[in-house]
């Protein structure tokens, strides 16, 4: 994931209203938004009766974003499903966009969410003028005691602010953790390889030796440890050599898998995973702004 630590980077800002920064995020978000017109444009076109392939999978997705509406916001309130799923598709797709490596995860700037906490909030406050009427709606901070007014109000404020941030927080932590740990094993690769190789042609040749040893007998006998223990050996001999040779330098190897298995994790997981928790909690909130019709 593409994450910059002092924040979104401005690359112009445009001369009108005191000047608008043109982030990264806005960036990010533009592709986004392009991403998913077209991805609709393109799955919305010569739609079948007897769908098969793609359409296939497009539909049961739509059933589940509807059957997750219904059951988490009733079924009177089943045509808020579009919604929620725009809002599932917009938080997964800004968070999974990082990966590209040359675009930032717009769920790592907080004025993302937070916008769309904050349309969140304008829904229920919009429905709940809508059905209380606007006193009654400011009557509504005063209960269920007038003493409870201020900390009704916190509530409200607190309610789109906590949702923002945690969805940004993790975003953008697991981001920073994994290019902490990326930075780390690529020092400690230069700092092994630097080493080995700076103890001369016996220990290279030694720990190639054992590679390929090791790799044999695994081969032959079968073993899971062997055979890293010889595909470790073996990669830090020849990069050393390598290194010794003046071919490759500070190539970061040991940098190479154990960052992407966390990437997996705190990129691909953890995006779905707050994707999800921001689309339920707009369910669960936005259903407590409207009532259940009358039977």
């Avoid at 359409?55 to 309130?77: C, F, P, R, W």
């Avoid at 400690?188 to 030694?206: C, D, E, P, R, Y």
């Avoid at 899971?224 to 071919?247: H, T, Y």
């Avoid at 990129?267 to 707050?274: A, C, K, T």
Wanted: aromatic share 10%.
């Amino acid at each position: 994931m593409n994450v910059n630590v002092t924040g979104a980077f401005i690359y112009f800002t445009i001369p009108i209203f005191g000047g608008i920064p043109i982030t990264q995020t806005l960036v990010s978000y533009a592709f986004v938004t392009l991403i998913l017109c077209i991805a609709c444009i393109k799955l919305g076109k010569n739609l079948k009766t007897h769908p098969d392939g793609v359409q296939v999978l497009v539909e049961k997705g739509v059933d589940m974003i509807y059957g997750l509406t219904t059951s988490a916001m009733g079924e009177h309130n089943a045509h808020w499903a579009p919604f929620m799923g725009t809002i599932f598709l917009c938080s997964i797709t800004s968070s999974y966009i990082g990966l590209t490596g040359f675009l930032r995860s717009a769920t790592a700037d907080v004025s993302c969410t937070m916008v769309w906490a904050l349309m969140v909030s304008g829904i229920i406050w919009y429905n709940n003028i809508k059905n209380n009427g606007f006193v009654g709606w400011l009557k509504g901070f005063a209960e269920p005691v007038a003493v409870m007014t201020p900390m009704n109000i916190i509530s409200e404020i607190a309610q789109p602010a906590s949702m923002a941030f945690r969805h940004f927080g993790n975003v953008a932590g697991g981001g920073v953790i994994t290019a902490i740990i990326y930075a780390a094993f690529s020092l400690l690769s230069t700092l092994v390889i630097s080493f080995i190789s700076s103890q001369g042609w016996l220990v290279t040749a030694v720990l190639l030796a054992v590679g390929v040893v090791l790799g044999l007998w695994a081969k032959k006998k079968g073993g899971k440890k062997r055979l890293i223990i010889a595909i470790v050996c073996g990669v830090l001999g020849l990069f050393a050599l390598l290194e010794s040779l003046g071919i490759l330098t500070g190539v970061p190897i040991l940098s190479v898998g154990i960052p992407a298995v966390l990437s997996c994790y705190f990129d691909l997981f953890s995006g779905f995973v707050q994707a999800l928790v921001f689309t339920l909690l707009s369910m669960v909130y936005i259903s407590g702004s409207l009532p259940e019709p009358e039977a």
